[in-house]
T-cell receptor, first 114, second 113 residues
Framework: DAGITQSPRHKVTETGTPVTLRCHQTENHRYMYWYRQDPGHGLRLIHYSYGVKDTDKGEVSDGYSVSRSKTEDFLLTLESATSSQTSVYFC?????????????FGPGTRLLVL | ELKVEQNPLFLSMQEGKNYTIYCNYS?????LYWYRQDPGKSLESLFV?????AVKQEGRLMASLDTKARLSTLHITAAVHDLSATYFCAVDGSFRSARQLTFGSGTQLTVLP
């Protein structure tokens, strides 16, 4: 499972409140990613990180910020949650096995914004 | 902008039958992925396809890649109930070390007895 955990696993919050989701990895992977999954859209990339303090935007970054102060932790923050951010959020890491590099996904966080 | 289209989106098939899921993408890419997702679960990596003509097989699943046609297929042979899941293809169009995947919408496969 590439040693990825996400917390919390489930969260219910109200519109306008800040929310932070945590992704933790134990195997010192350089690249980490945040995706959201919504019905009919597959997964969409929000932000990614290519090292400590090195992050960049993905396809659907509006309304989200990220931080990575340690190799093992990648935080996703919704500064002021909206109902459109109700989704399942997956963290992923890249694990390189030579040319067969792939992304491995965490267990996901279900977020409901009321 | 890279677009990835899968079809069909829903597939119901009987045990023992064969079928193919198609994944088309719109721009050049150097790798394509297939994932499986069971309901309420995370994604499981199935295949990584790197070059034109690549073919990989695992059990009853076989994936292939035609980069000229920008098409990948996931072929299911003699389906069994355990293969019921949602299958996603994903394409990396970034050509960077930090892989930025664009996913298809997924194919929900139901294998009936």
């Amino acid at each position: 499972d590439a040693g990825i955990t996400q917390s919390p696993r489930h969260k219910v919050t109200e519109t306008g409140t800040p929310v932070t989701l945590r992704c933790h990895q134990t195997e010192n992977h350089r690249y980490m990613y945040w995706y959201r999954q919504d019905p009919g859209h597959g997964l969409r990339l929000i932000h990614y990180s290519y090292g400590v303090k090195d992050t960049d935007k993905g396809e659907v970054s509006d309304g989200y910020s990220v931080s990575r102060s340690k190799t093992e932790d990648f935080l996703l923050t919704l500064e002021s949650a909206t109902s459109s951010q109700t989704s399942v959020y997956f963290c992923a890491i890249s694990e390189s096995k030579g040319p067969q590099e792939t992304q491995y996904f965490g267990p996901g966080t279900r977020l409901l914004v009321l | 902008e890279l677009k990835v289209e899968q079809n069909p989106l829903f597939l119901s098939m009987q045990e023992g039958k064969n079928y193919t899921i198609y994944c088309n993408y719109s721009t050049t890419s150097d790798r394509l992925y297939w994932y499986r997702q069971d309901p309420g679960k995370s994604l499981e990596s199935l295949f990584v396809l790197l070059s034109n003509g690549a073919v990989k097989q695992e059990g009853r699943l076989m994936a292939s890649l035609d980069t000229k046609a920008r098409l990948s297929t996931l072929h299911i042979t003699a389906a069994v109930h355990d293969l019921s899941a949602t299958y996603f293809c994903a394409v990396d169009g970034s050509f960077r070390s930090a892989r930025q995947l664009t996913f298809g919408s997924g194919t929900q496969l139901t294998v009936l007895p």
